[in-house]
């Protein structure tokens, strides 16, 4: 029974410990400008492909990931700070078709650039076989991504609890204007903030791409997961990222198991049944006016 639990579990987590990577910059960003960025998917592909591409041309994993980071980081600085910064204050379904819209057109340059089909990204050789793990072998690559992921998550809610850029950021998800009567650079914060986003999203698309290939498409099949995860755990809420990511995982795996061919369904049956008992997420603010 082990052989079979301890692997499905330790699945589980990994799927929910990179949903958290991605669903941390979603909230990140919800929580600080009140923006649904549909980009956000986008920048998770694009991280992939740039890392494929510096992967192939000088066979360096480091280097790799830099560019990757780097090159994501500059396309959310430039989102950020050409178009979306311009529509602060504007009815938010602006915001989420201009999202939308750069969403597609890197989707479509892609799809230009490196063709449509699948392409296959190998892990590290040192990261490459299986290891011993409770009787049970598991693939070490799978473990790596999920330690590097909890570390990582665990060093955003560090920064965010007992910083004094988390300080700000959390004030800033509550009262915007309180921030800048302090004279704090808002919009610089908000910079900051959308460009750390995106760079959690490169790097879990580097790191999922070992696990399940690199295709154009790929942003759109993880961002849905990604704004369920938001939702149960509570926009604007850190914790509630984290909680929120970790049940989908959970929830797409339980629905391989059982209902094969409709794990979707099953994860969206999870956000019905969160969201008629707590309409506010996990660890979501009630809305005020709310029973």
Known sequence: MSDILIPQILNGLTIGAILVLIATGLTLIFGLMGVVNFSHGAMYMLGAYIAM???STTGHYGLALLASLVGVALLGFLLE?????????????????????VAIVIRESVEIVWGPRIQVFLPPTSLSGSAVLW????????????????????SIWLTLRF??????????????????????????????????????????????????SVYPDMGNDVILYAFVAVIVGGLGSYQGAIAGALLVGFAELLGVLMFPGLERAFVYVLVALVMALKPSGLFGRPREGSA
């Open 81 to 101: 700070y050409f178009m979306i910064r311009r529509l602060y204050g504007h009815d938010p379904l602006l915001q989420v078709l201009l999202t939308f819209g």
């Open 163 to 212: 910083t004094d850029i988390g300080l700000i950021v959390r004030a800033g998800s509550s009262d915007r204007n309180m921030v800048a009567a302090l004279g704090i650079n808002v919009r610089r914060v908000f910079t900051s903030v959308f460009v750390m986003g995106a760079m959690l999203a490169a790097l879990a698309g580097m790191l999922v791409a070992p696990l399940r």
């Open 135 to 154: 009787g049970v072998q598991y693939p070490v690559y799978r473990l790596a991504v999920l330690a590097l992921s909890i570390v990582l998550a665990g």
């Open 53 to 55: 591409q510096v992967l």
